[in-house]
T-cell receptor
Framework: SQKIEQNSEALNIQEGKTATLTCNYTNYSPAYLQWYRQDPGRGPVFLLLIRENEKEKRKERLKVTFDTTLKQSLFHITASQPADSATYLCALYNNAGNMLTFGGGTRLMVKP | GAGVSQSPRYKVAKRGQDVALRCDPISGHVSLFWYQQALGQGPEFLTYFQNEAQLDKSGLPSDRFFAERPEGSVSTLKIQRTQQEDSAVYLC????????????FGPGTRLTVT
């Protein structure tokens, strides 16, 4: 069956360090992958999209990699700040249907 | 603001009651999606509209769930005879194009069935 896995344990890091979050998937052939940020009591907010033929994408302090052989995406936040504390969700889109399938999310806590 | 809005933000229903949740998407957005999010989980797809046409309702958990978007803008998700397992946050999202490259989410409606 299709599965998207994100580390369900919270990731605690010190301010200024790089946070790395992982998204693994099985039995998918996604056309692209997205990362969203979700704060408590709010809806997810789109951050980045990476297509199946792209290896890496950057936006300010964010970097996403996409390895379709390993079936894995890594999401990096460099020079992390306490304001980066949130839950980060990965989502896959495939051409079979116009919808996103989300992972369970990883909660990031950046301590000052 | 011009974002996606949802109402009510919170709804408490007694088991067996019917509820209606409203979504106002961003003006001009073609696609509209409903998701259900349980505590500590990611959003799970329920249904999708392209303008007024409901193109995919494969995620609706039972025939007690019904969604409509009659004029291609505002959408309503209706749950009949609510059960405790329906307690969750219901998220609405819209996207500009037919293909959902980027979805804009509303704040959600937290439904609690007692």
């Amino acid at each position: 069956s299709q599965k998207i896995e994100q580390n369900s344990e919270a990731l605690n890091i010190q301010e200024g360090k790089t946070a790395t979050l992982t998204c693994n998937y099985t039995n998918y052939s996604p056309a692209y992958l997205q990362w969203y940020r979700q704060d408590p009591g709010r809806g997810p907010v789109f951050l980045l999209l990476i297509r199946e033929n792209e290896k890496e994408k950057r936006k300010e302090r964010l970097k996403v990699t996409f390895d379709t052989t390993l079936k894995q995406s890594l999401f990096h936040i460099t020079a992390s700040q306490p304001a980066d504390s949130a839950t980060y969700l990965c989502a896959l889109y495939n051409n079979a249907g116009n919808m996103l399938t989300f992972g369970g999310g990883t909660r990031l806590m950046v301590k000052p | 603001g011009a974002g996606v809005s949802q109402s009510p933000r919170y709804k408490v229903a007694k088991r067996g009651q019917d509820v209606a949740l409203r979504c106002d998407p961003i003006s001009g957005h073609v696609s509209l999606f409903w998701y259900q999010q349980a505590l500590g989980q990611g959003p799970e797809f329920l249904t999708y509209f392209q303008n007024e046409a409901q193109l995919d309702k494969s995620g609706l958990p039972s025939d007690r769930f019904f969604a409509e978007r009659p004029e291609g803008s505002v959408s309503t998700l209706k749950i009949q005879r609510t059960q405790q397992e329906d307690s969750a946050v219901y998220l609405c999202a819209s996207s500009l194009a037919q293909v959902s490259y980027e979805q804009y989410f509303g704040p959600g409606t937290r439904l609690t069935v007692t």
